[in-house]
């Protein structure tokens, strides 16, 4: 398994486990190995065995698995986020939403010491997240749920993800330490952080790679857009019909600023009229290797080449940032060693590698 380990060891469960930002973060912290991670994406099931090759990566949905007699320290999860996202008109009555709730079903059955889960800033407020905050704290779980943002933890990106963190019985909640942010902490990482060393003309290498496009309908655009500026940078002939008169977001054709955070890197980020894709410098989206920078995935982390842009950009942009993962791994290492429960199962022995 890729990842740094560290001196203590502890086991978890990964459901919809996407590419393996959560299992790449949580092996930083000192993750043992995946005792199982499911996930029902081909794609992302291909690149999590790729990088874990030792791990169990389930293709499957997971309503098909079972859990019983899997005895784990951590169960974290990022459940499809699409139905709680203010992106989505029809989020109400999204399919996928019903999906956290598996998340409880292997909670009953595996009874995890730790759980944590990720999601969009709205699935608090929903009531698939007022049902899983209440039934973890019926099953005597002390739960905290709370708004985060991604930035405070080294990740070179504002995005503010719902983070709910539960603990049984005996053990002091997961909650990640702030490391960035200012006053006695370093301040938030910035894009041109993230970006250096990379060259700023996309190489093809490692997914460094600008796509086609006709430079004669969109070079002239992204030239005329200054850094931090949008799409109401551009002069009236440029300017598409479907923005004429329309004030709508801010974002849309952003250029990213070099001395701040990248505002939050989405699935088609490539596609600059998305929303602020633009390379600070260059006049192109960022690329596939960038945004997975952006999100803190390191170089080593690979995205296999025959994968299509289409899905690596859903890898990258549905991720939770490896960087948080870390921080909730370092918290759940310090709550099991503090314990007073029984942490038997937990193996302190392991020497880092």
């Known amino acids: 398994m890729i990842g740094q380990r560290r001196p203590a060891s502890f086991s978890f469960i990964d459901l919809f486990s996407g590419a393996g930002g959560f299992a790449y973060g949580l092996a930083r912290a000192g993750g043992a190995g995946t005792c199982l991670a499911v996930e029902v994406d081909a794609d992302c099931v291909e690149t999590f065995r790729l990088n874990f090759p030792e791990a169990e990566a389930v293709h499957d949905d997971v309503r098909n698995v079972e859990f019983g007699g899997r005895e784990v320290d951590l169960l974290v999860g990022g459940p499809p986020c699409q139905g709680f996202s203010k992106l989505n008109r029809g989020r109400e009555h999204d399919p996928r939403n019903s999906l956290s709730a598996e998340m409880l079903r292997c909670v009953e059955s595996a009874r995890p010491a730790l759980v944590a889960l990720e999601n969009v800033p709205g699935f608090l407020a929903a009531p698939e997240g007022e049902l899983l905050v209440g039934r973890l704290r019926g099953l005597g779980y002390t739960v905290r749920a709370e708004v985060v943002n991604c930035a405070d933890y080294g990740v070179p990106?504002?995005?503010k993800r719902a983070l709910v963190a539960a603990a049984s019985p005996g053990l002091a909640l997961p909650w990640p330490k702030q490391t960035h942010g200012g006053g006695s902490l370093p301040p938030h990482r910035t894009v041109g952080e993230a970006l250096a060393l990379l060259?700023?003309?996309a190489d093809g290498r490692n997914w460094h790679r600008d796509p086609e496009r006709d430079p004669a309908v969109h070079l002239e655009r992204f030239r005329a857009v200054r850094e931090g500026g949008s799409r109401k940078d551009l002069p009236a002939d440029l300017v598409?019909?479907?923005?004429?008169?329309v004030d709508g977001y801010s974002d849309v054709l952003g250029r990213l600023h070099w001395h701040r955070p990248a505002t939050t890197i989405r699935t088609e980020f490539f596609r600059p009229e998305k929303g602020r894709f633009l390379h600070p410098r260059a006049d192109r989206?960022?690329?596939p290797r960038e945004a997975a920078r952006l999100q803190s995935f390191p170089d080593r982390f690979a995205f296999p080449e025959h994968h299509t842009l289409t899905s690596v950009g859903r890898q990258i942009g549905?991720?939770?940032?490896p960087a948080l993962a870390e921080a909730i791994g370092r918290a759940a290492v310090i709550s099991l060693r503090s314990s007073s429960a029984d942490t038997s199962r937990w193996d302190h022995s392991e020497a880092a590698a």
């Open 157 to 159: 990106q504002r995005r």
């Open 199 to 201: 060259p700023e003309e």
């Open 240 to 245: 598409l019909d479907c923005w004429k008169n």
């Open 285 to 287: 989206p960022v690329t």
């Open 318 to 321: 549905n991720a939770i940032p």
